[in-house]
């Protein structure tokens, strides 16, 4: 049985960057994949201390993030998985400081300092990256979201096998938008785009993660 890790790097767990992750879960498991979804804002870790205990020749720690908290754990997991599937809404044009924090810890542990900039990761498997943001399609175009976060998605794809990105534009953020200071968003647009495109959103995640399972 196959073992699929989802990394939700949103605040909030049952909005939409959660529910996306637990389609492309549902999806893996119509398969008959093993799952499981770790919030990374339940957990008390930092980022990369540039201890550099990973990269010391001879020691133990080599090709390993030395430091322990409770990101360590999930660490090892990902050592055992079969696939890895990560989400995050955009904030400033980029993933959130957790996930950041977390693609610090999981991939400077692989990097060599050599001419090739090689990775010791000998578990390449397929991963996915899931975001979501406020901004319409058009918006995130011109305003080069898609390379931005391709630099993190080509990091990754250097230590697994590639790295699969889905972008989920122009989500509804507020379940009531009247209790909020947002001129620039129409409420009614936004439900209305809730009712008809994100449930299409969803169904391409779930096909997401059958994919990666195959």
């Known amino acids: 049985m196959k073992n699929i890790i989802a990394i939700n790097g949103s605040p909030r767990k049952n ?6 992750l637990k389609s492309a879960l549902e999806g893996a498991a119509s398969t008959g994949a ?12 930092k980022g990369c201390v540039s201890c550099f205990a ?5 020691g133990k720690s080599y090709g390993k993030c030395a430091y322990r908290d409770e990101l360590s754990p999930v660490l090892e997991k990902i050592e055992k998985a079969d696939a890895l599937i990560m ?14 924090s977390f693609a610090e810890r999981l991939l400077f542990q692989y990097l060599v300092y050599d001419a090739n900039y090689s990775s010791l990761n000998t578990n390449k498997i397929p991963t996915a990256f899931i975001y979501t943001m ?11 979201y898609p390379a931005t976060l391709g630099k993190l998605e080509g990091y990754i794809s250097r ?3 590639g790295c699969e990105p889905l972008y989920v534009t122009d989500t509804m953020q507020f379940d009531d938008y009247s209790k909020y200071v947002c001129e620039i968003f129409d409420p009614a647009h936004k439900a ?23």
């Open 15 to 20: 909005k939409n960057t959660a529910a996306l």
């Open 34 to 45: 093993k799952t499981e979804i770790i919030n990374l804002y339940d957990l008390n870790f």
């Open 54 to 58: 990973c990269k010391l020749t001879g």
């Open 87 to 100: 989400g995050s809404p955009v904030y400033f044009g980029n993933v959130t400081g957790e996930m950041r």
């Open 134 to 144: 406020n901004v319409p399609e058009n918006m995130m175009n011109e305003w080069d």
């Open 159 to 161: 230590n697994f096998a």
């Open 192 to 214: 209305k785009r809730k009712a008809e495109e994100f449930p299409k959103d969803l169904q391409k995640a779930f096909e997401l993660g059958k994919k990666l399972v195959s």
